[in-house]
């Protein structure tokens, strides 16, 4: 917790899931080139190389810890940019005519498979979800039969509430019936071990800021052999494929990000899952009738790092992210993209959500303390009892 000379915290952060505060380590990385190291790396010349070794230093590492080959690894601006890279390229490249996706997945994802649609280039269908928003398997394996190469993109863990979709399996069905899968693994990547050698999937994506590392950088991981045509045209970098001079210092920082995330994953995971089992007691017993989207209070179906409460409804409903914020608790609605938008949010509408009833989407991180959620639930509490009681 950020400490003013009073014992009351300067702000208290529980919104990880939107970006994550950089990690030291990671910061001391990037600093030679953000000062000595400046060349550009398409130059031939000594400082021109010495950042081009690196950068490929970076994707090696990023290789090695998802078991991938460097030139599987691409480097871009995040993890939309990734996505719309597998989706852009891979149907237009390979001549697709069907997507197949589902109504809970990010805005990266949905937004570029209807644009497609609407011009006509593709076919979309939607995998059919239960109330607590479980991708039905049998559905999907329904949606590929019979059709002829289709495309299919289906997230690891849900942004707003966290669930987890079992991307073995969907790989393994996407793998019977031919299809490309691409999985949005922006929220899991640095959180969980991905091996690309035990998966059937042809792309997943990385987001540095998700994991501890600089924003405006990202990367995806495309399965040699798959091809696909570029978003950005204009030079020969990142191996054709991805114009621009590269962000140098956010890969480099990238990189160590991950390299530490891979590193300390396993007492990562412990402390965030305790945080998160620490809010769910300390909320039940102190709001009445406090509910959880989706699967996010299921242990093994959700993302340790996010918990989705739904509050009883409540004159104060419309102003609790404001008044969280007054009282020096930073977190989110839904998802960070559509922050200050009018739309609620679609994830939750479509698991039809009462929207009567607040959502608060606490996200945890490494960084946090269980005297943090101690004064977060306690924040939320105060709010809510007036108007309650």
Do not use: W
């Amino acid at each position: 917790m950020t400490q003013t000379t009073s014992s009351t915290p300067s702000f208290v952060y529980f919104d990880n899931a939107a970006t994550t505060p950089l990690d030291p380590e990671v910061l001391q990385a990037m600093l030679p080139f953000l000062s000595q190291h400046y060349g550009n790396p398409s130059s031939l010349h000594g400082p021109g190389r010495q950042v081009r070794a690196a950068i490929e230093n970076a994707r090696k590492t990023v290789a090695h810890l998802l078991n991938a080959a460097p030139a599987e690894i691409i480097f871009t601006s995040g993890g939309t940019e990734a996505d719309n890279y597998a989706a852009f390229g891979s149907i237009r490249t390979l001549g697709l005519k069907h997507a197949i996706t589902s109504p809970l997945e990010h805005h990266a994802v949905l937004h570029p498979l209807q644009a497609l649609a609407k011009s006509g280039e593709i076919e979309l269908h939607y995998v059919r979800h239960n109330e607590q928003g479980t991708l039905d398997m049998a559905h999907l394996e329904e949606l590929l039969a019979g059709r002829s190469r289709t495309f299919v993109s289906l997230m690891h863990a849900n942004n707003e509430i966290g669930n987890l979709n079992d991307i073995v399996t969907i790989g393994e069905i996407c793998a019977q019936h031919n299809a490309v899968f691409h999985t949005d693994t922006v929220q899991t990547m640095g959180h969980y071990r991905h091996d690309v050698q035990q998966l059937k999937n042809h792309f997943l994506v990385g987001s540095a800021h998700k994991f501890h590392g600089p924003k405006g950088v990202g990367f995806i991981y495309t399965r040699s052999g798959v091809q696909v045509s570029p978003l950005i045209h204009g030079g020969a970098q990142e191996r054709n494929v991805r114009s621009g001079t590269e962000n140098v210092y956010g890969i480099v920082g990238l990189a160590k990000a991950l390299e530490i995330a891979v590193r300390d994953l396993a007492a990562h995971q412990t402390h965030v899952q305790g945080l998160k089992n620490r809010f769910i007691e300390k909320l039940r017993a102190e709001i009445d009738d406090v509910q959880f989207n989706g699967c996010s209070e299921i242990a093994d179906k959700s993302l340790y790092t996010v918990l989705s409460v739904s509050l009883p409804p409540s004159a104060i409903s419309e102003m609790l992210l404001f008044n969280l914020d007054i009282s020096k608790v930073a977190a989110s609605g839904g998802s960070a993209c559509t922050s200050g938008a009018q739309a609620g949010s679609h994830v939750l509408e479509a698991l039809g959500c009462d929207p009567d009833r607040a959502t608060v989407r606490f996200s945890m991180s490494k960084m946090n303390t269980e005297a943090e959620v101690d004064y977060a639930v306690a924040a939320l509490a105060k709010l809510y009892r007036p108007v309650t009681a």
